[in-house]
């Protein structure tokens, strides 16, 4: 049933027609060649279409559609080793290339990333290409990150940040409302695998979260219920948000979407408060969108704080009318 089954047909066929010695497989035919040879149980085009052409293809820039194409076929296999790549080389991937993915590709990738290790993974290996493998088998200026992620097992976060294609992401969906639910927000958004937010970020995550109703996502993490009152008032009283202690209040994504824009707020808040003329001299709307949707009792907030941020900073004394 799949568009890219027809077109590979005819290219099994000169397979088998030429005795083995023509595969014209592409990117978007290969899984669908890997599929009609295992289905039709041509082990020779399988094989040199799984161990020749795909491990060499498969890179940073064709991996997602990989993985979408596997998940068309429902080939586990490849669909496992697509993910481990993506994961892999997470912030090596240009952050467009995200957008096609569905939310559950997408989210499999970013709870993924806590387990990946780019040096080790052996199923990464199989299918990575010649270059990257060369990559990490030479010194370089990352061996200190490498060893962090020897050590962890965790991805360091680069640029852009997890927050920033999080947000790229959220804002490929907004046609497609559906594909954004409170609970892929809450869980790509864990503050365990997203604990900084880029002031940028925010305002789209901060605008999707109110839209799937994730804002007061509060957690509060205590080991004693006797504590529970003391550890709730320190969150209300905007604790840090530290939590690696347990007993530690941890931050709804609200509250950490909105410190974050507080944070940054010269460049940020300004900018997307301030429209930004398009070439017709009309406001562009799709620059400031973000903040415009965001409800009035948020933006009151995140002005409130600016206010008392910005009162900090000339001194914290009394101001005179």
């Known amino acids: ?38 289905y039709f149980n041509v082990e020779s085009l399988w094989n040199n279409v799984n161990n020749t052409f795909i ?87 990352d061996d200190d990150e490498d060893a962090l992620t020897q050590s962890t097992g965790i991805i360091p976060q680069k640029s852009p940040c997890l927050s920033e294609i999080v947000a790229t992401y959220c804002k490929a969906q907004r046609y497609r409302p559906e594909c954004l639910t409170a609970d892929f927000l809450l869980e790509v958004t864990n503050i365990d695998r997203m604990p900084n937010i880029e002031p940028n970020a925010a305002f789209t995550i901060l605008r999707y979260a109110y839209a799937t109703d994730c804002l007061d996502d509060a957690v509060v993490v205590v080991v004693d219920e006797q ?25 709804s994504l609200r509250e950490r979407c909105i410190n974050s824009i507080v944070d940054g707020w010269l460049p940020s808040l300004i900018h997307r408060m301030k429209p930004k003329p398009d070439k017709n001299g009309e406001d562009d709307d799709e620059e400031e969108c973000d903040y415009k949707h965001l409800p009035l009792d948020i933006k009151n907030v995140i002005l409130e704080k600016v206010v008392l941020k910005v009162h900090e900073r000339l001194g914290g004394g009394a101001v005179y009318w």
Request: charged share 25%; proline share 4%.
């Open 1 to 38: 049933d799949q568009e890219s089954a027809v077109i590979a047909f005819p290219l099994m066929l000169d397979y088998i027609y030429s005795k083995g010695e023509n595969v014209r497989a592409t990117t978007e035919t290969a899984v669908a060649l890997r599929f009609l040879a295992s």
């Open 55 to 141: 491990q060499k293809d498969i890179t940073v820039k064709t991996a997602p559609a990989y993985l979408m194409e596997a998940t068309s076929f429902q080939d586990h296999s490849l669909i496992s080793l697509a993910t481990e790549f993506c994961a892999h080389h997470f912030y090596e991937i240009d952050i467009e290339r995200w957008a096609d993915l569905s939310p559950d590709l997408f989210r499999g990738i970013v709870i993924r990333l806590e387990k990946v290790d780019r040096n080790t993974s052996p199923s990464v290996a199989s299918v990575a290409t010649d270059k990257a493998r060369a990559e990490n088998d030479n010194p370089g200026p």
């Open 227 to 251: 504590d529970q009152e003391q550890e709730h008032n320190n969150y209300l009283d905007g604790g840090d948000g530290e939590h690696e202690q347990a007993g530690e209040a941890r931050l």
